[in-house]
């Protein structure tokens, strides 16, 4: 089978299954968020917890209840890091220390599940499952929950902006959706070998006659909401790579699929939730506004696999041509084919798990991937995250196109007013800020210099790589992705501190400004189109919304990706 034969394939068998599936998973998901009906379960843990399921907040109590809920997650899991040296299953494993502790807790509770720290020697097999898995699916489920109050926001028409219960919305997602898809998707590992295991290693006679201690851990319960979840923190430090975390084609296969099925799915719950199910016409009108956002990301998504497989498909070098192709850093057992697909899906999507090292990728492969998370991570994004990203997208699309043709922009009925503009404009300029205040301060301080793999004179390639990967890492924490360009060594106090803080802004800074757009919508009254209301459905839509994405991204880190990735691509 040739190689292009290969990834065709599996880019078709991907593309196949995702299409089976979005209807009825997107329209499991909208059933759960619109339902009246508490089961027993939730019924007993609201009644626990003192929560009142059937009160709504507004925006701000919304936001509150988000910011309150994670930070108590940040300290939970911080105080557990420190303490699991003396606490079961530790296996003789010592507290992790202050600021690896604090980065890592503010890494799992905003979904970014960045590690700087190898997981089997740093983390017991009791903070693995009850600290950094427990986080997996609530900070999952927090995501999703925001990107339904947006849709709520669309939809109501209320006087004091209701967009529903958090805790309700939190208590759905992680145990309707997430919990029951991670358990089929880590009986599916196990049938393909993941281990799933408390005990903490084995030991093994190396090809070279010494003994080698294996690790193990409880990898595939993790593993499922790890990629279902779009979290990616490996639980053991070669993460998808490991053959214990992902050991076959079918298993890559698998872990893709988890990684891309609830955010592509979640367009067709956008499109089922602001339609009217009594009316048939409303109903494939809000199927029509799905499928517009859901081919935008597609297109970009495409476009990106192409460029990283054509990359990652020559052979620049002469290992490169002795091996047939760019094969450094990569799984045999996956190739090309199944490096690429991953890649660009792990980095579209905020997962941040890898079943390679992106470090190795050529200039044009690795540029590929970073700019997949400048782009803001729509494509088609993490669980929730990319929802509203896109949306929020989407109302700046269309404040353009109402400013040609000379009428107040609207979006399904609802007006764009100055308030809402400000807030999807300062939503939008989060990200794009954290990334380049916090890159142009690091490769201005001479004192992390020595942390970068790869370093030089000023234009020397050295240099050009170096900067590189200053900029993924911050891209990947201030899109809460993960993954890196293994050649930094971020274990200092700046690094720790500095993605961290990224980190946190980047994920409940947009989130806040998300809350606020959904209240002040809700708060509307809808109105009906107009003749020359833009249309938001179609391939006219579908157009300006792809190049108001690109446009975005051009503008802004051009100049930065020109110094690094380009620059090298160039060489």
């Not at 209840?65 to 899991?77: K, W, Y």
């Not at 079943?355 to 190795?360: E, F, I, L, P, V």
Request: glycine letters at 12%; aromatic letters at 8%.
């Amino acid at each position: 089978m040739t190689p292009a034969l290969a990834a065709g394939l599996q880019i078709a068998f991907v593309i196949a299954v995702l299409a089976v599936l979005y209807v009825p998973v997107g329209d499991y998901m909208a059933r759960v968020y619109e339902s009246r009906r508490h089961l027993r379960v939730e019924s007993v843990l609201y009644r626990l917890c003192r929560i009142n399921p059937h009160t709504e907040q507004t925006w701000y109590g919304y936001a509150g209840s988000v910011l309150g809920f994670s930070m108590a997650g940040v300290l939970f899991l911080y105080v557990l890091q420190r303490i699991q040296g003396v606490l079961p299953l530790s296996g003789d494993l010592t507290g992790v220390s202050p600021a690896v502790a604090f980065n890592t807790a503010v890494s799992f509770v905003t979904n970014t599940n960045w590690q700087s720290y190898a997981p089997e020697t740093t983390m017991s097999n009791l903070t693995q499952p009850v600290g950094l898995a427990v986080q997996n699916f609530v900070s999952a489920a927090v995501g999703m929950a925001v990107a339904v109050a947006l849709i709520r926001g669309f939809v109501r028409v209320a006087r004091g902006g209701e967009i529903g219960n958090f805790w309700v919305d939190l208590t759905r997602g992680s145990l309707r959706i997430l919990l029951p898809f991670s358990f089929v998707i880590a009986l599916i590992l196990l049938s393909q070998g993941v281990i799933q295991s408390f005990h903490t290693g084995f030991e093994s006679t190396g090809l070279d006659g010494n003994a080698v201690t294996n690790a193990l851990a409880p990898v595939a319960s993790q593993e499922a909401i790890k990629e279902l979840g779009t979290n990616g923190g490996g639980i053991l430090a070669a993460n998808s790579a490991h053959p214990f975390e992902n050991p076959t084609p079918v298993s890559n296969i698998v872990e893709i699929l988890a990684i891309l099925l609830i955010p592509v799915s979640l367009t067709r719950t956008f499109g089922t939730m602001v339609g009217d199910p009594h009316d048939r016409a409303s109903a494939v009108s809000g199927h029509r506004q799905g499928l517009t956002l859901l081919a935008v990301m597609g297109i970009l998504w495409g476009s990106l696999l192409a460029v990283t497989l054509a990359a990652e498909s020559g052979r620049r070098g002469v290992a490169a041509s002795a091996a047939g192709a760019m094969m450094e850093g990569k799984e045999v057992r996956f190739g090309i084919p199944g490096t690429a697909l991953f890649a660009v899906s792990t980095t579209g999507t905020s997962t941040g798990a890898v079943n390679s090292a992106h470090d190795s990728l050529s200039p044009l492969g690795g540029g590929a991937v970073l700019l997949n998370m400048l782009l803001g991570e729509i494509a088609p994004g993490g669980v929730g995250t990319g929802l509203y990203g896109i949306l929020v997208l989407a109302l700046i699309a269309v404040f353009v196109g109402g400013l040609l043709v000379g009428r107040t922009p609207e979006y399904l009925g609802k007006k764009l007013r100055q308030r809402e503009i400000t807030l999807a404009a300062l939503s939008v300029l989060v990200m794009p800020a954290l990334v380049l205040i916090g890159t142009g301060i690091t490769v201005i301080l001479s004192s992390t210099t020595g942390y970068q793999g790869n370093s030089g004179d000023p234009g020397s390639p050295g240099s050009i790589h170096g900067f590189s990967e200053v900029l993924y890492a911050f891209a990947s924490a201030s899109n809460n992705n993960g993954s890196a360009f293994g050649g930094l060594t971020v274990t200092s106090d700046w690094f720790q501190t500095a993605l961290g803080v990224c980190m946190l802004f980047g994920r409940f800074l947009p989130i806040i400004f998300v809350l606020a757009l959904a209240g002040s919508l809700a708060s509307q009254k809808k109105t009906a189109p107009g003749a020359g209301t833009l249309p938001t459905a179609g391939p006219m839509f579908t157009g300006l919304l792809t190049g108001t994405v690109v446009l975005v991204a051009a503008l802004t880190f051009f100049p930065a990706l020109a110094l690094g990735p380009i620059a090298e691509a160039l060489q």
